[in-house]
C-alpha cells in the first residue's frame, strides 16, 4: 500500500505544461530523491502532491489517514520579528508544547526553543522548519531542497539528522536535492525528473547501469554533469524524451 500514489500527472502554469504525465508512488518508510535540472518541475511535483497545485490532467491520491509534513524551499520571515522558536512553533494554534518539544528533539535541536528566529544559523532554521514539519507526526516528510545555503558539513548533517527522523518515526521521505553524493548513498531511490520522470532507480541499480555511466560520469565531475543535465546519451523513453527541447525551453524562460 502506498502512502501517495501520483498517476499521468501533468501540470501547467497557462498554456506552459511543466509537468507532463509523471506516475510515481511512495511506499511506508522509504527515502525517495528527485533529481533535476532547475525549472524541470520539482518543486511544482511536490506542490502538487501537498494540494498546493492543482492537476491539469492525471492525479494525486494519497492513502487513508496518511499525513505529510512539507520543508519549503523558502521560507521569508522578516528578521525585525521578535518571535522565539517555540512561538513561532505554535503559530498554527493548538499545538501543545509538549508536541514542539518532541519536533525540536528530533530536528537535533532540543535547546533552541527559547532563541530568537532572527539569530539562529542557516543550519538551524534549517532544522526548525524540519521540526515544524515534524509536529503534524507526518507519514511523508516533504523536503524541497531544505540544504539550500548550507556549506558541504552542514549540508552532510541536515541529512543525517533526516536518516534519524525516519528511524526514529519510521516516516517516509520524498526530497529534492541537487547533492548527489548524499543523495546515492541516503536514499532508497532516485528519481530523476526533467518536465517527467526521465530515469529511476534505486542508487545500486543506477550505479550499475551503462546509463548511469554516461550521466553521472565519475566523481564531482559527473555530480556537474547531472546537476547541468547535459545528455550526450540516448535511453529509452516510453514517452518519448527531449531533451534539446527541454533545455530550448528552460533557455528561453531564463532570458
Ligand atoms: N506559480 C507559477 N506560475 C507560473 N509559472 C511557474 C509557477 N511556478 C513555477 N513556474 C514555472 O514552472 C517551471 C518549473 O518550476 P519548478 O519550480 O517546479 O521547477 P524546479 O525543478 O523546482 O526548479 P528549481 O530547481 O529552479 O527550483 C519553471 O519554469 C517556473 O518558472
Known amino acids: 500500500m502506498s502512502l501517495v500514489d501520483v498517476e499521468e500527472l501533468s501540470v501547467r502554469y497557462g498554456a506552459r505544461t511543466v509537468l507532463s504525465r509523471v506516475s510515481l508512488n511512495i511506499a511506508p518508510g522509504e527515502i525517495v530523491t528527485i533529481v533535476g535540472p532547475n525549472g524541470s518541475g520539482k518543486t511544482s511535483l511536490l506542490r502538487a502532491i501537498i494540494g498546493a497545485v492543482k492537476p491539469f490532467q492525471g492525479r494525486v491520491t494519497r492513502g487513508p489517514g496518511v499525513t505529510l509534513g512539507y520543508v519549503p524551499q523558502k ?4 528578521e525585525t520579528l521578535p518571535i522565539t522558536v517555540s512561538r513561532f512553533l505554535k503559530l498554527p494554534g493548538g499545538v501543545e508544547s509538549a508536541d514542539i518539544d518532541q519536533a525540536l528533539a528530533q530536528a537535533g535541536v532540543r535547546d533552541l526553543s527559547k532563541s530568537q528566529l532572527s539569530q539562529l544559523s542557516g543550519g ?28 558541504q558539513r552542514g549540508s552532510a548533517s541536515f541529512y543525517q539528522q533526516i536518516e534519524s527522523v525516519r528511524q526514529e518515526t519510521g516516516c517516509a521521505v520524498l526530497m529534492i536535492s541537487h547533492e548527489l553524493h548524499v543523495v546515492m548513498s541516503a536514499s532508497d531511490r532516485v528519481i530523476c525528473l526533467n518536465g517527467h520522470v526521465c530515469c529511476e532507480g534505486t542508487p545500486a541499480v543506477v550505479a550499475s547501469a551503462p546509463e548511469y555511466r554516461a550521466l553521472f560520469g565519475s566523481g564531482t565531475g559527473g555530480a556537474l554533469a547531472l546537476y547541468r543535465h547535459e545528455h550526450d546519451h540516448e535511453h529509452d523513453h516510453k514517452d518519448g524524451c527531449d531533451h534539446e527541447q527541454a533545455k530550448h525551453d528552460r533557455t528561453e524562460a531564463a532570458e
Open 75 to 78: 521560507l521569508h520571515i522578516d
Open 124 to 151: 538551524q532554521f534549517q532544522r526548525v522548519m524540519l521540526a515544524r514539519a515534524l509536529i503534524g507526526k507526518p507519514d511523508l516528510l516533504l523536503l524541497d531542497e531544505a540544504t539550500q545555503g548550507l556549506d
